[in-house]
């Protein structure tokens, strides 16, 4: 039972450090609907949907980093890096959509299939000559729907980028990583003048083709949330637990009532934002897992609190934090982030 419940807490806080880290760049509020993003209405059918806003990334990114002029160099150095060596300048791609189809493999994994499109002040020709120079010569040209489309073999994915990282230790152990989960060519095409897509060479397909759309579930999911810097929607294929490194027992029985996610991530008033909700199928799931939940927050919370270390003191206080409620068949996950938290969770992250 001790290994369920810290394997729970563990997904609590790799949540809240993942998606922290996500909302710590963005700033204000708007009342725009994150569904209104006229890029999703160019994905094809998928399980889950992200939308994001570029233009406030690359804006807040370097006010965000203000205390730390190492990491703030460090970000535009990279930045710059990667438009010497592509001629992609991807800080002038404002908007962001990708969509993501799921399907279960053997034992409790998961085939995840993404395409995504970014669009912004770029000519949509010169980035696709760019992409092929990156290739170097490894692209084949395909023609889909009238659009030209050009896939690099998996092979040769994992060749370029074992040729062009770094040799560190730590980049060898992502190389290797990347390799044992890279099964698909990829591919990328110009969707118009300034709007390019790229992702599994299939879901890029799927995109010219444009014989499918996404679902009117997930566009109303995503709609619910006013847009932040991300916003993301996602439909729950045989339920949470399958996704959760945990049993299948009484709470993977309790995660399997959830059958969507919708959520949000913004900046408001000096204080980042998370909101997450989950759908169940009834309304007494939603109270029985809100009940769950607030056991194993205060259990965290408690746990965490008493460790020496400043990271799981950070995590005790994320977990205080998290605010929980039940509306019908929905529970609610709702989380203020402190700037002086903020700074640490890139701090974590950084290391």
Known sequence: MIRKVAAAIAVFVLMLNIVGAFVAIAHGQTSQKAGANPLVSMLPASDAVVVGDGKRFFTEAPKLLAANQQGLAELLAKLDEVQAKTGIDVRKFDTFAAGVSMAMTEGHGQKIDPVAIAR???DSAQVIEAAKKATEGKAKEESVNGKKMYVVAAKDVMELAKKNAPATANQKNIQD????????DL????????????????????TLEAKTKVSDELLGLLAKKPAGIVNFAAKVPGGLSAMLPLDNDELGAILNTVKAVYGSADVANGQALVSLTAVTDKANQAEELKGTLEGLRDLGKSLLGMSPGADKKLYARLLGNLKLANVGNEINLDLAIPQSDVDAIVAILKK
Do not use: C, I, P
């Not at 990583?177 to 698909?184: E, L």
């Not at 095409?189 to 060479?201: K, S």
């Open 120 to 122: 912004g002040s770029v």
């Open 177 to 184: 990583k990347v390799a044992q989960h890279t099964m698909d």
């Open 187 to 206: 591919a990328f095409a110009a969707l118009d003048a300034n709007t390019v897509a790229f992702g599994h060479a299939s879901r890029v397909r799927q």
